[in-house]
């Protein structure tokens, strides 16, 4: 059976079957033990009232009158309905109530015969069903005729009715089980639907999430994952695209500089060959920031440790000439990626101010840690301090005399959020700009 929702639905309706049949069993054990106490209980009852009834009722031979006021006295004394018959089954008497319930309608007698010949009958009240044998014990005469029963259930707990009872609520279940079943099922089609959509190439496809249940989570989450995995693409794809373009210059540079350098004399020589260098370099650094772009992306998980964030910027900035300042702060963070946000602040802050050192300063912000790299350069138009974050981006008339292949800023801000942080670009006061790296306090 290959449908998920007939596998549920005929689950829920056969664990309902046996739930119905063993309630029905137990339910009808329960009325046959209580239906035997009562006749047991019955049974002792009338077996007194019938020794009640030969002491106190008058012997056969007395007149018919006398026996009459007596059983009347009596039936008024324990407000049961009496009738009393002689031994040859001719009505000798029977007591008002008697008379008056059998007037309004048909009920039955329960027979109590006494030791001289004559009957006693007692009317009794519909709900009361048949006996199957007298009250045990009580002489050879009582067990012969029928002693009184439990009360009866309902009609539609009495045998075949009770049947009845548990197929109708069997139907009734079984028809409101399958619409739900099948909402639930139906949901989890629509994911895969979902799914094998944007498998299929469709990265922009997300699934309709409906309710608040498991589903509907699982559903929420596959939106979640495809938003990722459709960023995650996207920037591959430009990085990659990006990546081809910025290749054409230092290619096409390094085809010229090849095809001059035969000719050329010996002084333009030598401007040649260190511009195939510079052009090499520049090749090197763009291929290795392009992998480690991809790598970073590729990581599951980073490899966090205490990482004494005051003492890695004194180490990467001595290399650099910067100036220090700030308190010991220890983040939660990988090393090596650490110090590669530093290395690239710095050589960011060198490229575009050469003229003065770097100012690196490591502070406490709300709940993270601040690591800020600040020069005395050109600054970043307001506008443009969110888009120096983008891969391959460069300021206008700075990628000609800076140099750089638009990937360092990308990387610093890829970092931090892999670590649960940010990164952001401000102005600094007096002049240049403030690049600002939070991290997670460890």
Known sequence: MKSLYLRIYLTVVAVLLLFALLAGWLFQRNIE???????????????????????????????????????EEWSQRLRVPLALDDASGRRIASSALYERIEREGARRRLRLPLGDGRVLWVLRPQRLGPLAEGPPGRGPEARH?????????????????????????????????????????????ALKRGVETFGSGELSHRVAVSGRDEVAAVAASFNQAAERIEAL?????????????????????LKM?????????????????????????????????????????????????P??????????????GAELEGEPLVVAADE?????????????????????PPMVQVRRGPGCAELRVCDRGSGVPADQRERIFEPFYRLRGHA?????????????????RRHGGDARCEAREGGGSCFVVTLPLG
């Open 33 to 71: 033990h209580a239906r035997e106490q009562d006749r047991v209980v019955w049974g002792d009852r009338l077996a007194a009232w019938g020794e009640l009834a030969q002491h106190a009722l008058p012997d056969a031979d007395a007149p018919r009158a006398e026996q009459a006021d007596a059983l």
């Open 145 to 189: 005729h029928p002693p009184p029963a439990l009360v009866e259930p309902p009609w539609f707990l009495r045998g075949g009715g009770l049947v009845a009872a548990l197929v109708v609520l069997f139907i009734a279940v079984s028809a409101g089980a399958y619409p739900v079943v099948r909402r639930l099922t139906r949901q989890l089609e």
């Open 233 to 253: 693409v996207r920037s591959h794809q430009s990085l990659l695209a990006n990546a081809s373009h910025e290749l054409r210059s230092p290619l096409a540079r």
């Open 257 to 305: 500089a090849l095809s001059l350098l035969e000719t050329a004399e010996p002084q333009a020589r030598a401007r040649l060959q260190q511009e195939i260098a510079h052009n090499i370099r520049e090749l090197d650094t763009l291929v290795e920031e392009v992998l480690f772009a991809s790598r970073l992306d590729a990581m599951p998980s980073l490899e966090r440790g």
């Open 307 to 320: 990482v004494d964030l005051l003492g890695l910027a004194a180490e990467e900035g001595v290399r650099f």
């Open 336 to 356: 090596r990626l650490v110090r590669r946000v530093l290395r690239n602040l710095l050589e960011n802050a060198r490229r575009y101010a050469p003229q003065t």
């Open 400 to 416: 000609e005399h800076a140099g750089g292949v638009g990937l360092g800023l990308s990387l610093v801000r890829q970092i931090a």
